[in-house]
C-alpha cells in the first residue's frame, strides 16, 4: 500500500489541524492504520492507531482528549483531527500501515510493526 498524508502546516498554540492519509491499494480496509511523529533530534513517537473496522483507537497519553483519529472506507482515507495544539506538537507526522495485525494491541505503538509509511507532514505550533 501507497501512503500520502497531507494537511500540516504552520499554526499558533491553542488552534486545530486535520492531518490526512490516503492511502492506495485494494486492502487497506483491513489494515491497522497508525500516525507517528518524529521532532528534531528525537526518536520517531507513537501518535495514534485505528484498527480496520475504525471500533477501536489507541492514544498516546501525550495526546489523549486533544486528539481523534478517524478513517473512511470509502474514500481509503485515515484522518487525524488536533485540537488544541501545543508547541510540544511541533514535528513531521507520519501515517503508516499494519497489514499483519488488524485488531489493535499495545504492539501498535512500536514503529517497527507498521511494514508501509507515508513521506510525512510538516506540523509546527508557535507559542
Known amino acids: 500500500v501507497q501512503l500520502q498524508a497531507s494537511g500540516g502546516g504552520l499554526v499558533q498554540a491553542g488552534d486545530s489541524l486535520r492531518l490526512s492519509c490516503a492511502a492506495s491499494g485494494r486492502t487497506f480496509s483491513s489494515y491497522t492504520m497508525g500516525w507517528f511523529r518524529q521532532a528534531p533530534g528525537k526518536e520517531r513517537e507513537f501518535v495514534s492507531a485505528i484498527s480496520w473496522s475504525g471500533d477501536d483507537t489507541y492514544y498516546a497519553q501525550s495526546v489523549k482528549g486533544r486528539f481523534t483519529i478517524s478513517r473512511d472506507h470509502a474514500e481509503n482515507t485515515v484522518n487525524l483531527q488536533m485540537n488544541s495544539l501545543k508547541p510540544e506538537d511541533t514535528a513531521i507526522y507520519y501515517c503508516?500501515?499494519?497489514?499483519?495485525?488488524?485488531?489493535?494491541?499495545?504492539?501498535?505503538?512500536?514503529?517497527?510493526?507498521?511494514?508501509?509509511w507515508g513521506q510525512g507532514t510538516q506540523v509546527t505550533v508557535s507559542s
Open positions: 503508516a500501515a499494519d497489514p499483519q495485525h488488524p485488531y489493535i494491541t499495545a504492539r501498535h505503538s512500536r514503529p517497527d510493526v507498521y511494514g508501509s
